[in-house]
């Protein structure tokens, strides 16, 4: 089974950033895609997603300000989000989908931007 702990979110004002992580830990084979979901009041997104070899996707909504990144080594995926705007706010959710077992869920992470 892999766990997956995610860290990074809090309060920022319009225009700034934060940069939110993902470790995922347990009985690891091989993690092929790596990303994140948000969720707001009625409204669930991808935001942005990496395979192992680094091809990137991201939502139109994100394109230019977030950038999502991974570490292999460390079974670590990144998201750098910068010019955030209120309607980021959401509750932001790592995945990793495990060659054994498929995909698994981070607890999830709040992120806040309002002034």
């Known amino acids: 089974q892999v766990q997956l702990m995610e860290s990074g979110g809090g309060l920022v004002q319009p225009g700034g950033s934060l940069r939110l992580s993902c470790t995922a830990s347990?009985?690891?084979?091989?993690?092929?895609?790596m990303g994140w979901y948000r969720q707001a009041p009625g409204k669930r997104e991808l935001v942005a997603t990496i395979t192992y070899g680094g091809i990137t996707n991201y939502a139109d909504s994100v394109k230019g300000r977030f950038t999502i990144s991974r570490d292999n080594a460390k079974n670590t995926v990144y998201l750098q989000m910068n010019s955030l705007k209120p309607e980021d706010t959401a509750v932001y959710y790592c995945?990793?989908?495990?060659?054994?077992?498929?995909?698994?869920w981070g607890q999830g992470t709040q992120v806040t931007v309002s002034s």
């Open positions: 995945h990793a989908d495990a060659a054994i077992g498929g995909r698994n």
């Open positions: 347990g009985s690891i084979f091989r993690i092929n895609a």
